[in-house]
C-alpha cells in the first residue's frame, strides 16, 4: 500500500469515515474494562489509598496531552517540507482535542493533590511546564482564528507548533532535572516499570483507550476540515462541480 | 465489598468521583461536539457540491443572483 495514495484529503476523509467506527468502538470497550479494573479490582495503594485511582484517568490524560502535542509538531514539520495540506488539517484538528487532555490532566492532577500533598497546586517545574502545554494549545488554536488569511495564519500556526516543542522534553525531564514535588516517571523509565502490575495493567489498558479516542475524534475533525476546505473551494469557484 | 464502601473510596470519593467524572463528561462533549461539526460540514460540502451548476461563476445562469 502506498501511503501516498491517502495522502489526497478525499481519499483520507474515505479512510477515516471506514476506520471511526473501529478506533471509536475499541477505544469504549478498552475504556469500560479499565474503569471497571481501576475504580472496583486493582487494589487501593498502601501509601495512598483509593486516591491513587485518579492516576488511572489523571496519567493517560498526560501521556495524551505530550502525546498529541508531539503529532502536531511532526505534523507541523511535515506540513513545511511537503507544504502539504492534510499536514496542517492534521495539526489543527489535533489542537483542541490536546488541549482538553492538558486540562484534565492539570484538573485531575489537582483532586489528586490536594489530599495528598496538601495542596491544589505548587509551581514546581512538571506543574509549571504542564500549565505552559496548556497555554500553548490555547495559543495554538487562537493563531488559527485570528489570522484570516488561510495560507498566512497556517504558516505562524507551524511556527507556534515546531517553537512550543522544546516544552515537551522539558515536561518529559522536569521530575529528573529539578526538586520537583511531582513524583519521578514510575511507567516509561529506563529500568523498566516500577509499578505494581495489578495496578500497571489497567492504567495501560486507559492509556491506550486514551489513545483510541484520540484517534477517533482526530478522524471526525479531520473529515470536517476536509469538507469546509472543500466547501469553502465550492464557494470560490475553483472546483467544477461534482468532481 | 459493599456498594457504600465502593462508594466512600477510603473517605477520598471527593476527590475521586470528581476525577472520574470531570474526565468522562469532557471526553464525552468533546466526542459529541466534534462528531456534530463533521456531521454538518460533510453535509453542507456534499449539498453545495450538488447545487453550484458550474463553478466558473461567468458560465452561471444570469437569473443566478451573484453573491
Keep these: 500500500m ?16 471506514t476506520l471511526l467506527p473501529w478506533t471509536m468502538g475499541l477505544a469504549l470497550i ?26 488511572y484517568v489523571h496519567v493517560p490524560a498526560a501521556w495524551m496531552a505530550m502525546f498529541v502535542y508531539a503529532v502536531m509538531a511532526v505534523s507541523s514539520a511535515l506540513a513545511f517540507i511537503w507544504n502539504h495540506p ?15 487532555f492538558t486540562a484534565l490532566a492539570l484538573v485531575t492532577g489537582m483532586l489528586w493533590g490536594q489530599p495528598m500533598w496538601g495542596t491544589w497546586w505548587v509551581w514546581d517545574a512538571r506543574l509549571t511546564s504542564v500549565l505552559i ?48 514535588l511531582h513524583q519521578p516517571a514510575t511507567v516509561f523509565r529506563m529500568d523498566g516499570p516500577t509499578m505494581a502490575p495489578e495496578m500497571l495493567t489497567p492504567l495501560l489498558i486507559m492509556g491506550l483507550a486514551y489513545n483510541l479516542l484520540y484517534v477517533a475524534i482526530l478522524f471526525m475533525r479531520m473529515r470536517a476540515e476536509i469538507a469546509e476546505r472543500r466547501l469553502r473551494t465550492i464557494r470560490l469557484g475553483l472546483e467544477p462541480a461534482g468532481s | 465489598m459493599t456498594l457504600q464502601s465502593f462508594l466512600e473510596m477510603g473517605g477520598y470519593a471527593a476527590f475521586v468521583w470528581p476525577a472520574w467524572g470531570l474526565s468522562l463528561v469532557a471526553l ?3 466526542t459529541l461536539v466534534s462528531w456534530r461539526w463533521m456531521r454538518r460540514a460533510e453535509r453542507l460540502a456534499a449539498a453545495s457540491s450538488l447545487k453550484a451548476p458550474d463553478a466558473d461563476p461567468s458560465a452561471r445562469p444570469p437569473s443566478e443572483p451573484v453573491a
Design chain 1, 2 to 17: 502506498n501511503i501516498w495514495y491517502y495522502a489526497n484529503p478525499e481519499r483520507f476523509a474515505g479512510l477515516a469515515r
Design chain 1, 86 to 100: 492534510l499536514a496542517d488539517v492534521a495539526a489543527k484538528a489535533s489542537a483542541p482535542i490536546g488541549a482538553v
Design chain 1, 133 to 180: 502545554l496548556f497555554f500553548l494549545y490555547l495559543g495554538y488554536i487562537v493563531l488559527w482564528s485570528a489570522i484570516e488569511e488561510p495560507a498566512r495564519a497556517a504558516r505562524a500556526a507551524r511556527i507556534l507548533a515546531l517553537v512550543g516543542a522544546v516544552n515537551l522534553p522539558i515536561i518529559k525531564f522536569s521530575v529528573d532535572w529539578w526538586n520537583t
Design chain 1, 30 to 55: 478498552l475504556a469500560s474494562l479499565a474503569t471497571v479494573w481501576g475504580l472496583a479490582i486493582a487494589p487501593p495503594d498502601y501509601q495512598q489509598g483509593d486516591a491513587m485511582r485518579i492516576i
Design chain 2, 28 to 30: 464525552v462533549v468533546l
